[in-house]
């Protein structure tokens, strides 16, 4: 998920030499199997990746306030037996907002079995979400539900969907339950020279508590690969615009993110 879980007063909007050796292996087979380029736009390729994004963003119905925030993201491909997993965590840092008080709100963290195909890959695995935010930061609940995606891929263009589910399990009684489906669609084009163009990182939200769309998003982000030494590292911007205009929620948001990558 994006700037993720946020808390209900602003709405809704996810050891040793063996662990590194399994680590490498996954990380060469994506690598193999698609460009750097493509598989850091992918989120269910083998590649072991930090990231660290600002998100910025103004507000419908709500004149002269903004809000920003700073996403760390960290993804790691193991296997267990002979499945392959991916886990990803999000941890959401608020620096700014006219809500919630400035520090780590709610963390959300997946664990996807993926499956390598001719055309591509799919993945199905749960996403959890964990009250990091506490009462002044977050829903002070927990979550559970199904993940489930696919990237289909050609020379130069990738393309799928991911799609995250989060149900209330346990958490305060006194707040409302979190409850929503999250829907993210893929799409990335290689332009050459370490240069790419897509779809931003569009968290189209459906809230079964109030049975209707909380977050309409439309984007584009725009991505460069450079190495530093032998450090890959993903710059990318992103612009996106929010359709959901009923209440007080994001209108417009912009992102830029720097991604590490660890093709041991």
Same mark, same amino acid.
């Given at each position: 998920? +994006?700037?993720? #879980?946020?808390?209900?007063?602003?709405?809704?909007? #996810?050891?040793?030499?063996?662990?590194?050796?399994? @680590?490498?292996?996954?990380?060469?087979?994506?690598?193999?199997?698609?460009?750097?380029?493509?598989?850091?736009?992918?989120? +269910?390729?083998?590649?072991?990746?930090?990231?660290?994004?600002?998100?910025?963003?103004?507000?419908?119905?709500?004149?002269?306030?903004?809000?920003?925030?700073?996403?760390?993201?960290?993804?790691?491909?193991?296997?267990?037996?002979?499945?392959?997993?991916?886990?990803?965590?999000?941890?959401?840092?608020? +620096?700014?907002?006219?809500?919630?008080?400035?520090?780590?709100?709610?963390?959300?963290?997946?664990?996807?079995?993926?499956?390598?195909?001719?055309?591509?890959?799919?993945?199905?695995?749960?996403?959890?979400?964990?009250?990091?935010?506490?009462?002044?930061?977050?829903?002070?609940?927990?979550?559970?539900?199904?993940?489930?995606?696919?990237?289909?891929?050609?020379?130069?263009?990738?393309?799928? &969907? &991911?799609?995250?589910?989060?149900?209330?399990?346990?958490?305060?009684?006194?707040?409302?339950? @979190?409850?929503?489906?999250?829907?993210?669609?893929?799409?990335?084009?290689?332009?050459?020279?370490?240069?790419?163009?897509?779809?931003?990182?569009?968290? #189209?939200?459906?809230?079964?508590?109030?049975?209707?769309?909380?977050?309409?998003?439309?984007?584009?982000?725009?991505?460069?690969?450079?190495?530093?030494?032998?450090?890959? @590292?993903? &710059?990318?911007?992103?612009?996106?615009?929010?359709?959901?205009?009923?209440? @007080?929620?994001?209108?417009?948001?912009?992102?830029? +993110?720097?991604?590490?990558?660890?093709?041991?």
């Amino acid at each position: 998920m +994006t700037a993720g #879980i946020r808390s209900n007063r602003a709405r809704y909007v #996810i050891k040793g030499p063996l662990c590194a050796l399994v @680590v490498t292996c996954l990380s060469l087979s994506a690598v193999a199997e698609q460009s750097l380029e493509q598989a850091a736009s992918d989120p +269910t390729a083998a590649l072991m990746n930090v990231q660290i994004g600002d998100w910025y963003n103004d507000y419908h119905n709500l004149s002269s306030d903004s809000a920003n925030q700073i996403n760390l993201r960290a993804a790691l491909p193991f296997k267990m037996g002979e499945q392959q997993h991916i886990m990803r965590a999000t941890v959401p840092i608020i +620096t700014d907002s006219p809500f919630l008080d400035s520090g780590i709100s709610d963390i959300t963290v997946f664990d996807l079995m993926t499956f390598n195909k001719e055309w591509g890959r799919w993945g199905a695995g749960l996403v959890g979400l964990l009250p990091a935010g506490g009462e002044d930061r977050g829903a002070e609940k927990w979550g559970l539900g199904p993940a489930v995606g696919f990237t289909a891929r050609g020379p130069g263009f990738l393309w799928g &969907f &991911f799609n995250q589910n989060i149900l209330t399990v346990a958490g305060d009684d006194d707040r409302a339950d @979190v409850n929503v489906s999250v829907l993210q669609p893929i799409v990335s084009k290689l332009l050459g020279g370490g240069w790419s163009i897509g779809v931003s990182e569009m968290n #189209i939200t459906y809230d079964w508590e109030n049975s209707e769309w909380s977050n309409l998003p439309l984007g584009i982000k725009l991505a460069k690969m450079h190495k530093f030494g032998n450090m890959p @590292v993903q &710059f990318n911007a992103q612009y996106e615009y929010n359709f959901a205009d009923d209440y @007080v929620s994001a209108e417009w948001t912009v992102n830029f +993110t720097l991604k590490f990558l660890f093709p041991l």
